[in-house]
């Protein structure tokens, strides 16, 4: 175990100095807050329905970072192998120093997505891989002069999560349990509109965790996020450096089970 948490830890340590040390880039830096809903409904044997949305927030709470709204839906292959797709809204706000979109606006994107997550368990420690494709219409302005998003193009990302789980008593997380988890996840741009970005951005976060059962889970820790913007300022790549605070509720709720009489 102790082997794995420490490959983690290098990994994710050398990923973000290598994205943020280099002289020739504008960097910038936020402290955010993400304060998160994520509710899985079970609706057979096989199939559910997932809800999410992330309230994103600049200085800690007091400035809109971004709002996020995503549902899909779940094929659960195995108990190792789940699988989803759907949509996500997503509202981007002029936060910051340097606002990522050039003139200083908000802009909405509408994405689609797929995922595959793969779950195994070596000793006490949980780990889950999460791969996902994602074709992101951005919204743009084609002026100065027009009031609202008039352009979508396709942007297309990919994503890679690993996350490790460890109960802080006993040697499975159960009901009752604390635990600590720690995740890394990068996402890289391709196609023809990929920008000045094809790194896209890096999350790295450590969490202390509660299940209170299996419905039920809380979580909560620190959150560092690498934003590479994917226009450029006089030639220079322009790199935004945020760390905070995460709070996660996780809902499961199987609605397969008849109500006890």
């Avoid at 659960?76 to 050039?102: C, D, H, K, M, S």
């Avoid at 349990?177 to 890289?188: G, K, N, S």
């Amino acid at each position: 175990m102790n082997r794995n948490l420490l490959i983690i830890l290098v990994l994710t340590c050398f990923i973000s100095n290598n994205v943020t040390g280099q002289n020739n880039r504008i960097k910038t830096h936020e402290n955010i807050g993400w304060y998160n809903y994520f509710g899985t409904f079970k609706l057979s044997e096989k199939f559910g329905l997932h809800t999410e949305y992330q309230w994103r927030r600049d200085n800690f709470i007091t400035e809109w970072q971004q709002s996020l709204l995503r549902v899909g839906v779940n094929y659960q292959l195995n108990p190792r192998v789940l699988i989803r797709a759907g949509y996500a809204w997503i509202e981007t706000f002029p936060y910051g120093e340097i606002p990522i979109n050039g003139l200083g606006r908000d802009f909405t994107e509408h994405r689609l997505f797929q995922m595959v997550q793969l779950s195994h368990k070596e000793g006490i420690v949980d780990f889950s891989h999460r791969f996902m494709l994602e074709q992101r219409f951005v919204g743009r302005y084609s002026s100065a002069n027009v009031e609202k998003e008039d352009e979508f193009p396709l942007l297309n990302r990919m994503r890679y999560m690993v996350r490790l789980q460890v109960p802080l008593k006993g040697k499975e997380i159960k009901d009752k349990t604390p635990y600590i988890a720690l995740y890394d996840e990068i996402f890289v741009g391709f196609g023809e509109n990929v920008n000045a970005n094809i790194f896209d951005q890096n999350r790295i976060g450590i969490l202390l965790g509660y299940r209170f059962n299996k419905n039920i889970r809380i979580e909560g820790g620190y959150l560092n996020q690498t934003v590479q913007f994917g226009r450029q300022i006089n030639g220079q790549n322009v790199f935004q450096n945020n760390n905070g605070l995460i709070i996660n509720a996780n809902f499961n709720i199987d609605l397969t089970k008849k109500p006890k009489q």
